[in-house]
């Protein structure tokens, strides 16, 4: 795709302009006597004229008609029709055409003008392999091809080829590869998500257990500045406990929940979308490959048939007229029509697969760098939430330094003094 | 124990000198003649002179001795008797006497000149009640007692009575009281290390949680910078638990192992020695306690022997003779000396376990402020522990929000595409 279609266009119609110009002043510098004049109704419309003059078969014309045709006319037209060509031919080949005007060229400038053995053959050289329908260049052949995104490692430039299946004859597309990513990336986020999850039922575990020991009345019966310090300490397990359980709370509705409903259910259809529009594209495109493949085998069988017929009549081994080889020419032709038809339709179909392919694998680039961040955003989350745990848990900590500051045996004696003295009257000595 | 001894010492000698210098005055004024004075081979020397005066049976023999004296002689007597008295018994009244010698005066004192009734009753008033053995003063008699360390709410104030148990009718001696309270603060230290037990079971239970969590190989598959932080995140579980492990193994041995080892066996031990020891003080007590009772009672018999032996003399009831009433004197006054030995040693007793209660109460009263003291320390041990452990659990977020810092989609898609790219030729034209 290295010239833009309409280029192309343009030069292919100069040369038919040229050639026309060219055979037209060469049928006239030949066939000045209306005698030999090709009369219009003897060539079926302007347009078969034209068609007819693609190859050249006039020149058969001019050499098998009954009425001789002075050598010096012959010369000319020769001349003439020669020059054209050359002329015309200049537009068909561009700077950097792929060859196949070029061989055109060679092929039609080999062929010794007597010679009628046209080199055909039936498996007429295409220029460029296919693999699986798609159609590269061959290596070292054609201009260099530049990096649609370079240094990017864009998924754009990387996944043309099928990949082979190393134990199989199967091969997946480059597309599909690219697919399996985002998939696996789905099942990434669910695993992440079970992880959390497991996370939650630890701390949960936790935080019960804690729960149940503040209630302990272990060394409940404590007094005092002690007693209040100790009382205090055992809250705070549950303490502790509430903080962690809002730990788990947090990471169920701002970590596990999020990745489990991140690109819920319609990501998975959207994904099966890309691929098999992507897929048909590529099954069209091996349906138009198998067209030309056909295509081409008719043309090869219709120019065999016209060489046989030919030979044929050369050697004046059959009772063909000129009709059948004129009928087996125009086939020859139209089979020719066709193969250019079929081979057009399969580049497009390409062209088209080619743009859906960097437009998709583009979007799938974008929803793995969105993938990626989302996912270390949420697990930012997770390591902020283990921050605030962290602090939460070393405020629990705070009034049980404060009570333990304020233990006062003093104190915590005069209050069980206080309570539990039994008389405070001192005795004194026995007198009679 | 208001007064020291040697005063109160002081005091009696006084008494008994002017008491003895006014009878003898009495006994010259009252018996001039021979023939009425009182032979000393008849009163068996001095002492018994002396103690033969200390009630004043001398009345009586005044009174009833065959050889009437002179009424004015009589008179005479008593007055000089009397106010003798007065000025000895003055000596006795401390200015803050418990009563008993005031009581004695009055006694004394309310005796009807002309009566010979003893108001001596078997239960001679002891001016004092005894508690369980243990003598208090009379509420609002005597002296106001201070306590011996004032504002300090010491042990050694407020346990001297026994304590009575609300159902039955057994009490509780106050020292008892002081010691459960030791062997309650023994319970509570236990009660306290079982509490941290569970504590350290929990964090185990945790830690093996985490731990396992850890190796989950869920997500293993995320690659790149991503799978790194997401590596990361799973290995900073690991070390989440190697904190509570570590936190643990040190509640195990800086709080739960000192709370179960400090003040081991020895310590029950060392207590019944001072249950044991204050236990006898008190069984002496008891002891001596009756042995004044004991001597009470035979006081008492005696002088009842004595009052109903003089009785029968004066109404010529028996054929008792004076012979019969000096032994019975005699004896009477031997059991007033053995109840004073008695008392004294009820006192001497009485003082010893007191000392004892006050230096034993003040080491009970050390040993639960060290108790205290100990485990405020302790508790802070296991405070500063949780501090460390929340910081030291902050410290394991640290490296995986270093690498979730360094996610980068662009590079994971290179490291990825690099891996996992199929082909970089692109598609082109098919040419014919």
């Keep these: 795709m290295e010239e833009p279609v309409q280029v192309q266009v343009k030069r292919v119609c100069m040369f038919w302009f040229c050639h026309i110009i060219g055979v037209f002043i060469s049928n006239e510098l030949c066939t000045l006597d209306e005698k030999h004049r090709l009369t219009w109704p003897e060539v079926k419309g302007g347009v078969f004229y034209i068609l007819y003059n693609f190859l050249p078969f006039y020149w058969v014309h001019l050499f098998i008609s009954p009425q001789g045709i002075p050598k010096r006319r012959k010369f000319l037209f020769v001349l003439a029709l020669c020059s054209s060509l050359c002329l015309s031919g200049f537009f068909l080949c561009p700077p950097q055409a792929h060859g196949s005007p070029n061989l055109l060229m060679s092929d039609r400038l080999s062929l010794p003008i007597c010679s009628i053995q046209m080199k055909l053959s039936s498996s007429l050289p295409l220029s460029l392999p296919q693999i699986n329908c798609v159609t590269f260049p061959l290596p070292g052949e054609g201009p260099e091809q530049q990096l649609l995104k370079p240094n990017e490692w864009s998924y754009c430039d990387y996944f043309w080829t099928d990949k082979k299946d190393p134990q199989g004859t199967a091969s997946v597309a480059g597309f599909e590869v690219l697919l399996q990513k985002q ?22 575990e936790y935080a019960k257990n804690l729960s149940k020991l503040s209630l302990s009345p272990l060394a409940a019966q404590e007094e005092g500045t002690l007693g209040e310090a100790w009382t205090q300490l055992k809250k705070s397990l549950h303490d502790e406990a509430e903080v962690h359980l809002k730990f788990s709370n947090k990471l169920h509705s ?4 999020p990745l489990l409903t991140f690109r819920g259910d319609n990501f998975k259809k959207d994904l099966k979308k890309y691929d098999h529009h992507i897929a048909d594209l590529r099954k069209q495109l091996a349906s138009r490959y198998a067209g030309v493949e056909k295509a081409r085998k008719a043309l090869a069988d219709r120019q065999k048939d016209l060489e046989v017929k030919t030979q044929q009549l050369e050697i004046k081994l059959s009772n ?9 020419r125009r086939k020859s032709t139209q089979a020719g029509d066709d193969l250019m038809r079929c081979v057009d339709l399969y580049n497009q179909t390409q062209s088209k697969w080619f743009e859906e392919m960097v437009t998709t694998s583009m979007e799938l680039e974008k929803l793995e760098v ?40 003093a104190k915590d004696r005069e209050l069980w003094v206080k309570e539990n003295k039994t008389g405070e009257v001192r005795p004194v000595d026995m007198d009679i």
């Design 183 to 204: 998939l696996k990336g789905k099942q990434m986020q669910k695993e992440m998500a079970e992880f959390i999850h497991e996370r939650i039922k630890i701390e949960e």
């Design 370 to 409: 969105d993938r990626i961040e989302w996912i270390q955003q949420h697990l930012r989350q997770y390591t902020t939430l283990r921050h605030e745990t962290d602090m939460f848990n070393q405020s629990t900590v705070e009034p049980v330094d404060q009570l333990l500051q304020n233990v006062d045996p």
């Design 254 to 257: 701002e970590v596990e929940k």
């Design 320 to 328: 063909k007229t000129e009709e059948d080889i004129k009928k087996a």
